[in-house]
């Protein structure tokens, strides 16, 4: 059969699975949750040629599936980034496999986004079905939601057909069953971070937009990151280096890698191709030194992170450590000072205070967020430099 025919869909519909029965759908499911690591288009590739390789073994798809799901983590990356499957399977299977990886690798490399990146990126003209949207009530207050044909949006003040939005220009007023007046808009990245589900407590766009000026984020950087948490952090480096640069990131929690693929691709509607994550603990992260631009950190125990993110730092390169409390800010500074490997140190916070602007009142807000976390930047010297920054003495 050829490929092109044989092609997996990653989309299997409810209950059902291109393998069959209830037992191989839960080994599916495993597998789109690997998947989830990888760009769809990839896996699906991956999945055709590997089943394609294992019939040719005479292996069913369902004994090479689970052969695949029950590998251990270290093994299961080795296999699908490298190509080295481990000895329990098959020689022929390993050469092939490993062929085709190369193959692959080759493609990857290729920093040209794909048509439909660009569309996710540039949405402009009439709302479409299955988009998110933004809804602004007369007091300001934000609603972001789906589009689904045939569906309603529904809230305090009324409700709103979706497919009386569907179609719409961003900007218009709609009127709700009870007639309040709605805003409908695209939501911005910042929108969506605020209402995006959540399990760790994720960086605010306050602090992540001051993260991405002072960290000097740029198109095609290439950066490390940990923890990826609910991936809210993630997002926004995404923007920044955009798709021709290269994210990579450290996560402990396997659970919190799933919630943080879905947040990324509910955003994007796809899963981009330069963002690699990798279910491990940073501080037995194998990096390559020297390699990353910049490293971001948000971990409870920044010094858990800082020795591999200051292997990876190129000399010029920045670290940022971001963390809600004194003594982990104290720890990092500590830690950077006695590496003797950073320079322009900077600690800092950001306060963000609104005001209200309405007739004569022209004053600030009365509240305010106060304290979400301290942000610390630094500069990796050259190996073998000797300072020692006066500022703080
Ligand atoms: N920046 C994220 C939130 C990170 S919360 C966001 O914006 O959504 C901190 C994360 O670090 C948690 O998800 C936690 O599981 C992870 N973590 C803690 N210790 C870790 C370690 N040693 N290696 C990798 N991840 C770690």
């Given at each position: 059969?050829?490929?092109?025919?044989?092609?997996?869909?990653?989309?299997?519909?409810?209950?059902?699975?291109?393998?069959?029965?209830?037992?191989?759908?839960?080994?599916?499911?495993?597998?789109?949750?690997?998947?989830?690591?990888?760009?769809?288009?990839?896996?699906?590739?991956?999945?055709?040629?590997?089943?394609?390789?294992?019939?040719?073994?005479?292996?069913?798809?369902?004994?090479?599936?689970?052969?695949?799901?029950?590998?251990?983590?270290?093994?299961?990356?080795?296999?699908?980034?490298?190509?080295?499957?481990?000895?329990?399977?098959?020689?022929?299977?390993?050469?092939?496999?490993?062929?085709?990886?190369?193959?692959?690798?080759?493609?990857?490399?290729?920093?040209?986004?794909?048509?439909?990146?660009?569309a996710a990126l540039q949405r402009t003209g009439p709302l479409q079905a299955g988009?998110?949207?933004?809804?602004?009530?007369?007091?300001?207050?934000?609603?972001?939601?789906?589009?689904e044909p045939g569906q309603n949006f529904t809230f305090h003040l009324g409700s709103?057909?979706?497919?009386?939005?569907?179609?719409?220009?961003?900007?218009?007023?709609?009127?709700?069953?009870?007639?309040?007046?709605?805003?409908?808009?695209?939501?911005?990245?910042?929108?969506?971070?605020?209402?995006?589900?959540?399990?760790?407590?994720?960086?605010?766009?306050?602090?992540?937009?001051?993260?991405?000026?002072?960290?000097?984020?740029?198109?095609?950087?290439?950066?490390?990151?940990?923890?990826?948490?609910?991936?809210?952090?993630?997002?926004?480096?995404?923007?920044?280096?955009?798709?021709?640069?290269?994210?990579?990131?450290?996560?402990?929690?396997?659970?919190?890698?799933?919630?943080?693929?879905?947040?990324?691709?509910?955003?994007?509607?796809?899963?981009?191709?330069?963002?690699?994550?990798?279910?491990?603990?940073?501080?037995?992260?194998?990096?390559?030194?020297?390699?990353?631009?910049?490293?971001?950190?948000?971990?409870?125990?920044?010094?858990?992170?800082?020795?591999?993110?200051?292997?990876?730092?190129?000399?010029?390169?920045?670290?940022?450590?971001?963390?809600?409390?004194?003594?982990?800010?104290?720890?990092?500074?500590?830690?950077?000072?006695?590496?003797?490997?950073?320079?322009?140190?900077?600690?800092?916070?950001?306060?963000?205070?609104p005001w209200n602007v309405k007739g004569h009142s022209v004053r600030p807000a009365?509240?305010?967020?106060?304290?979400?976390?301290?942000?610390?930047?630094?500069?990796?010297?050259?190996?073998?430099?000797?300072?020692?920054?006066?500022?703080?003495?």
């Open positions: 059969m050829k490929d092109q025919e044989r092609r997996l869909t990653l989309e299997p519909t409810e209950g059902s699975s291109p393998v069959g029965t209830a037992d191989e759908a839960v080994v599916w499911k495993e597998l789109l949750y690997e998947a989830g690591r990888r760009s769809r288009v990839e896996v699906e590739i991956f999945l055709t040629a590997f089943l394609g390789a294992c019939q040719a073994q005479g292996w069913s798809d369902l004994t090479a599936l689970r052969r695949l799901v029950g590998l251990e983590d270290p093994d299961l990356y080795r296999a699908i980034l490298t190509g080295n499957l481990p000895e329990s399977f098959p020689e022929a299977l390993r050469t092939a496999w490993s062929a085709f990886v190369r193959r692959w690798s080759a493609r990857r490399d290729d920093p040209t986004p794909s048509a439909s990146d660009l988009e998110w949207v933004l809804l602004i009530d007369a007091k300001g207050r934000h609603y972001l939601t789906r589009l709103v057909p979706m497919d009386a939005i569907i179609g719409q220009t961003e900007g218009t007023a709609l009127r709700s069953s009870k007639g309040h007046v709605l805003l409908v808009f695209r939501p911005t990245l910042r929108d969506y971070l605020l209402h995006m589900p959540r399990h760790a407590q994720v960086v605010y766009p306050k602090d992540s937009a001051i993260m991405a000026m002072w960290g000097d984020l740029y198109p095609g950087a290439r950066v490390l990151e940990s923890g990826l948490g609910s991936g809210a952090l993630a997002m926004v480096i995404l923007r920044a280096i955009g798709p021709t640069g290269r994210l990579v990131s450290y996560e402990i929690r396997a659970d919190f890698i799933r919630r943080a693929v879905r947040n990324i691709e509910r955003w994007l509607g796809y899963i981009p191709e330069n963002h690699e994550i990798h279910n491990e603990d940073i501080a037995r992260a194998q990096v390559e030194p020297g390699s990353f631009d910049r490293a971001f950190l948000d971990l409870p125990t920044p010094t858990d992170g800082l020795p591999v993110a200051t292997g990876a730092l190129r000399p010029g390169g920045i670290l940022v450590s971001i963390s809600p409390t004194v003594p982990q800010v104290q720890e990092t500074v500590e830690w950077l000072r006695a590496s003797n490997l950073y320079g322009s140190i900077e600690v800092l916070e950001v306060l963000v205070r009365h509240f305010m967020v106060a304290h979400t976390a301290f942000i610390v930047v630094a500069r990796r010297l050259r190996p073998g430099q000797s300072f020692v920054d006066d500022v703080y003495i």
